[in-house]
T-cell receptor
């Protein structure tokens, strides 16, 4: 089976840097995804990692270590609009099924 | 370029009733996946449609069924509604052939079962 763990909630200050961790236990690996979801809205795609290392996209970066079953999303220069839930997801190997974590609710304080 | 659209936005039904939710994929996409998202939880995969057939199914009972039309739009049907079916139902579209890792989600349909 597949399992994904993320912290439930995090708080950070505007302008700071925050790291949201995600660990996964899967029978194989076929890519890890990060999505942002504002309250009452649909998830929006942030990043995709399939190889080990850091992928940088503006203020957001995502890191993957396949040997450790670990990923993190790094948000720099936090803004109030970054207050949202951040969902980690993996694609079930050999299938078209995506498995999501419960999400990390980030609160950015002024 | 229209993104993923879903209808209706909100719906209130009574236990035992049946409901149909609709989704139109993003232009150029041919694959539609449906998810159920309970409050405070991550989306749970229901099933995926490609070429008008159910290509993959998650751990949901047969009360949940779907359909994909030749224009790639899709419907999700839920029969014999239970209180526990109250959730946000999300539709996501993508391209069927690799690289197809990027899913675009619609705004969702909020279903309340009373």
């Amino acid at each position: 089976g597949q399992n994904i763990d993320q912290p439930t909630e995090m708080t950070a200050t505007e302008g700071a840097i925050v790291q949201i961790n995600c660990t996964y236990q899967t029978s194989g690996f076929n890519g890890l995804f990060w999505y942002q979801q504002h309250a009452g809205e649909a998830p929006t795609f942030l990043s995709y990692n399939v190889l080990d290392g850091l992928e940088e996209k503006g203020r957001f970066s995502s890191f993957l270590s396949r040997s450790k079953g670990y990923s993190y999303l790094l948000l720099k220069e936090l803004q109030m609009k970054d207050s949202a839930s951040y969902l980690c997801a993996v694609r079930d190997p050999g299938t078209y099924k995506y498995i999501f974590g419960t999400g990390t609710r980030l609160k950015v304080l002024a | 370029d229209a993104g993923v659209t879903q209808s209706p936005t909100h719906l209130i039904k009574t236990r035992g009733q049946q409901v149909t939710l609709r989704c139109s994929p993003k232009s150029g996409h041919d694959t539609v996946s449906w998810y159920q998202q309970a409050l405070g939880q991550g989306p749970q995969f229901i099933f995926q449609y490609y070429e008008e057939e159910e290509r993959q199914r998650g751990n949901f009972p047969d009360r949940f069924s779907g359909h994909q039309f030749p224009n790639y739009s899709s419907e999700l049907n839920v029969n014999a509604l239970l209180l526990g079916d109250s959730a946000l139902y999300l539709c996501a579209s993508s391209k069927g052939r690799p690289p197809n890792h990027e899913q675009y989600f619609g705004p969702g349909t909020r279903l309340t079962v009373t």
